[in-house]
């Protein structure tokens, strides 16, 4: 992309417009063709794409595996949760803590970022040394962990709710304005999901533009450097333990604003909503769209999360058609062809489906030499 | 006192069961450096096919006695489960192997939930009750009961274990096996079949595995669809506390996150004066393999291996 903006100005100037009038008016279009709970699935899509570069810069870019990260967006989403509901009232009153409820957005996503960064490093410390598999194993249990604890920590001193999970958390409010409600600007009436739709857009360009800026630094060429090899990347002087903190602490920020942004546009959490599978999810936008290449992990993010629900819609009807009866849930169908699909493209394309052109080329370095000896083959053949 | 000669006799049969499953990682792990996250799955598969098949059997009018029932079950879904094992190492392991690790990786998660799918549409998402035809009259043993199931189960572990250590000791396979796991390409220049060696390594996993299915159901007193991924993530718990690839090793650790699992469980309470209960218990397991990653990496009984480059 940024090539291209060298090579001629004005076309991509034009270029970048148009994708921005097209960013600009896609809820309404959507919502207007297929109804408003495309809208939703939009701003859905947003949290995901959040949550997949911030998962990234973990496994795209420093190459440490995480089958954890979910546990970050869930710190997220617990902190907005917990400051924005009733839940905590009745145990903070009187304590001289009641500031710390109700504080405007622009302090709160902030300090979920902060928690979530600082649960990554927690979780980063002790596995410094681990690598692969193993790393793979601890993120995970971690992961679990977490989840745990937010299912149990009801009692003896009620702070998650446990299984029940926090509700009725306060939707985000700007400007005075909460998204809640509907608000009229020049005839045209934006309601809550349209509301949402450009704040997560704009935290989702801001997440982007923060991992295309650290791409290139001098962090960035590090994390590359430490997951081509590290013993190297060491010798070169680089301080592989720092580094690699940061980049614990920097995918989990992204994922608690991705959390905290979760919790205030759905009105609830649980821990039901931060299990395992959601961390697989994740993962599999990242490798599926294309390790450490924007593009392709937001791409990889809104198939994977935009096909299952066009499933959600096409499978009932379909059955009620062909066979008069429901006899899969378009849930388990969902998940079949989700596993399927992981096993299909990592054999076909274990680059991902768009790869940056040195990964692919680091994938495909031997072609060339087969298709040599396949001539010579044919020629002495 | 006798509150713990219970909890060490629970942990001692769960452990036994741990020790079954995680045989089933280590093999794998020691042959391919993968962890095969299918596994947990496979032992799914055994306990729900095998008590389809029971109910099938007894459905249709087989007079049988109630063991030899299960045994009859057993003999239908341990084929299955080893066919299960061998094409997945055919379909998602085998074109990987000189892939980058996280490839392999992430075939086996897709295998696993495909397969945990595909239960969940023959079985639908319920609880089977396990039937109940072994015995279970319960004995006093200091203090504390034991019943004829759980000594079946843990003698019956201890059997299959031993046969699979005297296999691998012995037999010209298992002589096969141990060379793959500490050189891949020196074992093949001495006429070892790789291929065929990783195969078979697949194939025996998966029968412990499905006799280990069949223990958690009969245990538990039953099975569901889901059941696969928290005892396959506590076997391998088990399989990397004794030193990930050594038999031993999975055999030790399975015992003893059994036995740290229960006995914790049990008095986490009472200890805590009823702040952490038991339901704390699922975390142990984690806290358990977080700890032995990060102080001794390589396991109880395994050795340290060198960084590979």
């Known amino acids: 992309m940024l090539a291209n903006i060298k090579q001629s100005k004005p076309a991509a100037y034009a270029g970048m417009a148009i994708f921005a009038v097209v960013l600009a008016v896609l809820p309404f279009v959507m919502g207007a063709t297929l109804g408003n709970t495309w809208v939703r699935n939009l701003d859905l899509a947003m949290l995901y794409i959040m949550l997949a570069l911030g998962l990234n810069i973990v496994v795209g870019y420093a190459g440490l595996l995480d089958l954890g990260y979910i546990a970050f967006y869930a710190v997220g989403a617990y902190v907005y949760a917990l400051l924005n509901s009733p839940h905590l009232v009745p145990m903070l009153s009187g304590t001289g803590f009641e500031w710390l409820l109700h504080m405007p957005l622009l302090v709160v996503l902030p300090l979920a970022a902060l928690l979530a960064g600082i649960f990554g490093v927690l979780l980063g410390s002790p596995t410094l040394k681990l690598r692969g598999d193993y790393l793979a194993i601890v993120t995970l249990g ?41 608000i009229t600007v020049f005839g045209i009436e ?70 905290a942004m979760f919790a205030s546009f759905q009105g609830f959490v649980s ?23 924007i593009p392709g992990v937001i791409l990889g993010a809104v198939l994977l999360f935009l096909t299952p629900e066009v499933l959600r819609d096409v499978v009932n009807p379909l059955q009620d058609k062909l066979i008069g009866e429901r006899l899969v849930n378009p849930e388990n169908l969902r998940m079949l062809l989700f596993g399927i699909a992981l096993i299909f493209v990592m054999l076909v394309r274990p680059e991902g489906l768009w790869p940056s052109k040195q990964r692919k080329a680091e994938f495909h370095e031997d072609d060339d030499l087969k298709a040599k000896d396949a001539e010579k083959e044919a020629a002495h053949g | 006192m006798d509150i713990f000669i219970q909890q060490l006799i629970n942990g001692l049969v769960v452990g036994s069961i741990y020790a079954l499953i995680a045989l089933g990682y280590t093999m794998v792990y020691g042959i391919l450096q993968l962890i095969n996250f299918a596994h947990g799955e496979i032992v799914m598969m055994g306990a729900m096919i095998t008590i389809s098949a029971v109910s099938i059997l007894s459905g249709s009018g087989v007079n049988l006695p109630g063991p030899l029932l299960v045994v009859a079950g057993l003999l239908v879904s341990i084929p299955i489960t080893m066919l299960l094992g061998f094409t997945i190492e055919r379909v998602a392991y085998r074109p990987l192997r000189k892939a980058p690790r996280l490839a392999p ?44 199931l759980q000594i079946l189960i843990v003698v019956l572990a201890l059997v299959v274990m031993g046969g699979l250590l005297i296999m691998v000791e012995k037999t010209k396979l298992g002589r096969a096996m141990r060379a793959v796991s500490m050189n891949q390409s020196v074992a093949s220049l001495m006429g070892v079949n790789i291929n065929y060696v990783i195969s078979m390594t697949f194939v025996i996993g998966s029968a412990l595995g499905a006799v280990a299915g069949v223990m958690v159901g009969a245990n538990y007193g039953l099975a569901y669809p889901t059941m696969g991924f928290m005892i ?28 740290i699992e229960s006995v914790g469980a049990g008095y986490l309470g009472p200890i805590t004066g009823g702040v952490l209960g038991s339901h704390y218990q699922d975390i142990f397991a984690f806290m358990v393999l977080i700890l032995v990653l990060v102080f001794r990496p390589s396991g109880l009984l395994g050795e340290r291996v060198a960084e590979r480059a």
């Open chain 1, 142 to 182: 971690f992961g679990e962990i977490v989840r745990l604890f937010m299912n149990n920590l009801d009692r003896p001193i009620n702070i998650t709710n446990g299984p029940q999970g926090v509700n009725l958390i306060e939707p985000v409010s700007l400007f005075g304005h909460k998204f809640s409600q509907a």
């Open chain 1, 271 to 293: 821990p039901e909503s931060f299990i395992l599978m959601e961390s697989i999810v994740v993962l599999a936008m990242v490798v599926l769209g294309g390790m450490g290449h």
């Open chain 1, 190 to 259: 934006f309601r809550s999901v349209h509301l949402y739709y450009y704040l997560f857009l704009a935290l989702a360009l801001l997440i982007i533009v923060v991992s295309i800026r650290l791409q290139s630094s001098r962090i960035g060429r590090a994390w590359v450097a430490i997951r081509e090899d590290e013993i190297a990347a060491q010798a070169m002087g680089i301080n592989t333990r720092n580094v690699k903190l940061l980049a614990f602490a920097m995918g989990a920020s992204f994922g608690g604003v991705s959390g």
């Open chain 2, 232 to 259: 396959g993530l506590k076997a391998f718990t088990a399989a990397v506390l004794g030193g990930i690839g050594n038999l031993a090793g999975a055999v030790a650790g399975g015992l003893l996150l059994g036995i």
């Open chain 2, 105 to 148: 990786l992430i075939t086996a998660i897709g295998i696993s939930i495909v397969l945990q799918q595909v239960a969940v549409l023959i079985w639908k998402n319920n609880p089977r009750s396990f039937p109940d035809l072994l015995p279970h009259a319960s004995h006093d043993f200091m203090g504390a009961v034991i019943t004829d």
